[in-house]
């Protein structure tokens, strides 16, 4: 199974609180996970936030970027994805699951999950997706 994980789910799953559930799907060796150069530097952008400082040690920063070095598959954009979504700046993401193609787009993003699917890829909230798993 092909999956690509939306931006607000890495950054939750860096800060703790939630999704420590994310460690054993990271695991499974029946899902593959996709990486783009654009995504990392979302998340990049992101945790550079002062706000992240508190949140987000180095240490897990650093092991975060290793992980995904080490479980992702990294792929390149080459499809320009056509939607009408509302946050423009999400478009790149819809790009990527096209461009691989990821049977499933998991994200916590409300403009994301209130489309249902795109180019007939599902798009699924993490928990409904554990519980599809």
């Given at each position: 199974?092909?999956?690509?994980?939306?931006?607000?789910?890495?950054?939750?799953?860096?800060?703790?609180?939630?999704?420590?559930?994310?460690?054993?799907?990271?695991?499974?060796?029946?899902i593959q996970i996709y990486?783009?150069?654009?995504?990392?530097?979302?998340?990049?952008?992101v945790i550079s936030r002062?706000?992240?400082?508190?949140?987000?040690?180095?240490?897990?920063?650093?092991?975060?970027?290793?992980?995904?070095?080490?479980?992702?598959?990294m792929t390149d954009i080459?499809?320009?994805?056509?939607?009408?979504?509302?946050?423009?700046?999400?478009?790149?993401?819809?790009?990527?699951?096209?461009?691989?193609?990821?049977?499933?787009?998991?994200?916590?993003?409300?403009?994301?999950?209130?489309?249902?699917?795109?180019?007939?890829?599902?798009?699924?909230?993490?928990?409904?997706?554990?519980?599809?798993?």
């Amino acid at each position: 199974m092909k999956v690509l994980f939306d931006t607000n789910l890495w950054i939750s799953f860096m800060i703790g609180k939630r999704l420590a559930s994310l460690v054993d799907v990271l695991c499974r060796h029946d899902i593959q996970i996709y990486m783009s150069e654009q995504l990392l530097g979302e998340i990049r952008d992101v945790i550079s936030r002062p706000k992240f400082d508190k949140l987000i040690s180095a240490e897990t920063r650093y092991f975060f970027f290793e992980m995904v070095d080490d479980v992702c598959l990294m792929t390149d954009i080459t499809i320009e994805a056509k939607s009408p979504i509302r946050d423009i700046k999400d478009l790149y993401l819809l790009s990527m699951a096209e461009s691989v193609p990821v049977d499933y787009i998991i994200s916590g993003d409300k403009d994301l999950t209130e489309l249902g699917s795109h180019a007939g890829i599902p798009i699924l909230k993490y928990s409904d997706f554990l519980k599809m798993i």
